[in-house]
Every structure is written in C-alpha cells, then in structure tokens.
C-alpha cells in the first residue's frame, strides 16, 4: 500500500497566520492527492482534488502544491473556523489511503 | 444534490457481524463508485472498499475476507456487512460517493461500538 506521511501531527497558530500542512507519498502518486477537512460532527470536507485544484465552495485563502512526492495544503491567511483536523488521501491506486492527518488549532 | 445516509445497529458485541445501510439521494448508484470509509478513535481513517455502478467490488487487504459491500439499485441504498468484528473495528462508519478526484460526497456517519 502507499504510505502518506503528514506532518506536522498537530499545530497551533495565530488568526491571520500563513500556516503550511505537508504530505508525503511513499511512490509516486502524480497529482492523484486529495486533502480533506475534517471537523467534529460533520463528515469530511474534499478542500483540494488533483494537488492543486480548489474544489467547490472552498475559500481561495487554501491552496494546493506539489514538489516531486511531497505535497502541501497552504492557508494563506488563517480563520478561525479553519480549526479542524486535515487529511490528505492519495486516490492514484487502491486500496485508498489517508495520511494521519494534522491537528490544526488557533492560538 | 446528492445525499448519502449512513443507518444501522450502534453496538455491536465481539465475534459477531456488523451491517450497516448507506441511503442514496439525487443520485443513482448505477452510476459511479459507492465506498465505505471508517475513522477510528485517534484518528485514523481507512478506506475498507467500494461497490462500482456494475455491482463489482474492490475490498482493503487488510480487511481480508471479513467485508461484503452489496447494493439494491431498486431502493438506491448499497450496505456493508463486516463479520468477525473486535473492538478494533469501533468506530465512525462512513459512506461516501467516490469521483475521479477522489471521496466527494459524504454521509454524516455512524459511530459503531463493539463491546460485549
């Protein structure tokens, strides 16, 4: 199976922050790379599909990159209800995996 | 808009089988892939399998031959059976829509606990 590496495990920041989540893939994957918001109660939120791609709904403060097998989830300016736990998931073979995702709070 | 639904038993007791319902709306599953996603306590997530809009399925390895994902295209709803369940497998049960670009829609789940 591929292995995702997400890091940090959890962060703290300040509103207003640029704040940057990273994952790494174990194989290539290409832009086959998903992030996923994910707060308590409420099912997960898709946030970036193919890398770099904003999905639907989603602020334009979140943005998506990729360097060779690492990927990053960037807020360009962090809000409160950003608050939540983020995944990413590569979709380039099965089965599906996630990364272990990062613990964002507000400071 | 589509819409997914998760239903079943919350409490399941060790050694027995785990079956939950997943209600699709202003969507047919004839067409796409339909998956069952579970979180664990601690915040794991794993991706257990899919049924496609032809009835074939894709299961984890890691869940070897404990897994079923069925479907009735006549009431739109595909389910999940999972036998043998341990407390390992407690958890929030998701069904989601799966697209080219990954999981899109998703249920609101359903937290399974096994205990005796």
């Known amino acids: 199976d591929i292995q995702l ?47 770099t791609n904003l999905a639907d709904g989603v602020p334009s403060r979140f943005s998506g990159s990729r360097s060779g ?3 990053s989830l960037t807020i360009s300016s962090l809000e409160s209800e950003d608050t939540a736990i983020y995944y990413c998931l590569q979709y380039d073979e099965y089965p599906l995996t996630f990364g272990s995702g990062t613990k964002l709070e507000i400071k | 808009e589509v819409q997914l639904q998760e239903s079943g038993p919350g409490l399941v007791k060790p050694s027995q089988s785990l079956s939950l319902t997943c209600s699709v709306t202003g969507y047919s599953i004839t067409s796409n892939y339909w998956g069952w996603i579970r979180k664990f306590p601690g915040n794991k997530m794993e991706w257990m399998g899919y049924i496609s809009y032809s009835g074939s399925t894709s299961y984890n390895p890691s869940l070897k031959s404990r897994i079923s994902i069925t479907r009735d295209t006549s009431k739109n709803q595909f389910f999940l059976q999972l036998n043998s369940v341990t407390t390992e497998d ?11 670009s990954g999981p899109d829609y998703w249920g609101q789940g359903v937290m399974v606990t096994v205990s005796s």
């Open chain 1, 5 to 51: 590496t997400q890091s940090p495990s959890s962060m703290s920041a300040s509103l207003g922050d640029r704040v940057s989540l990273t994952c790494q893939s174990s194989q290539g994957i290409g832009n086959y790379l998903s992030w996923y918001q994910h707060k308590p109660g409420k099912p997960p939120k898709p946030m970036i599909y193919y890398a």
């Open chain 1, 69 to 71: 097998s690492d990927y």
């Open chain 2, 90 to 100: 407690t958890a929030t049960y998701y069904c989601a829509r799966e697209e080219d």
